[in-house]
């Protein structure tokens, strides 16, 4: 039986309340900026600035801002990109994979708080059920994809 309309509703407003909370926070965090864009750099061997900045969706120009105060920093190493002369890749440094921990943990300390008074069990239910929404949310994605090629494109038979 699927949920109650106004129980989705519900939850849909608490769950909104909550990403707009942590949006704000993370936009007032320096720390929290710089761990998405060492994650971000870390996820790949070397990146360009231009993935880095579609991986944050944010505008190229402030990634190239960014990605100079990582490297005066220490924590990510810039090199030409010998495929494309007009860019460059960005690495992480040992120091950056550090930087990138400490903050991961600060993150984590910080969300302790949040549940120091919850049941273990509770915060096994909570993760077990965002990981379930994230499923739904990529398999509804999923089966909602439209074909790649524009209407003005089809060949209609």
Known sequence: MAP??????SMVIALFTLIG???????QSADASTLSLLQAVASRD???PSEIADLQHVHRSLVT???RDLEDKGYAQVTADPADG?????TLTPAGADEMARLRQVGVDRFATFVAGWEPEEVRTLTALLEKLQSSKAATATQQQRPGRRRWARQDT
């Open 65 to 67: 801002r960014q990605v």
């Open 4 to 9: 109650d309309r106004s129980d989705v509703q």
């Open 46 to 48: 070397a990146i360009r």
């Open 86 to 90: 007009r860019s460059c890749l960005v």
């Open 21 to 27: 909370s942590m949006d704000r926070a993370a936009r």
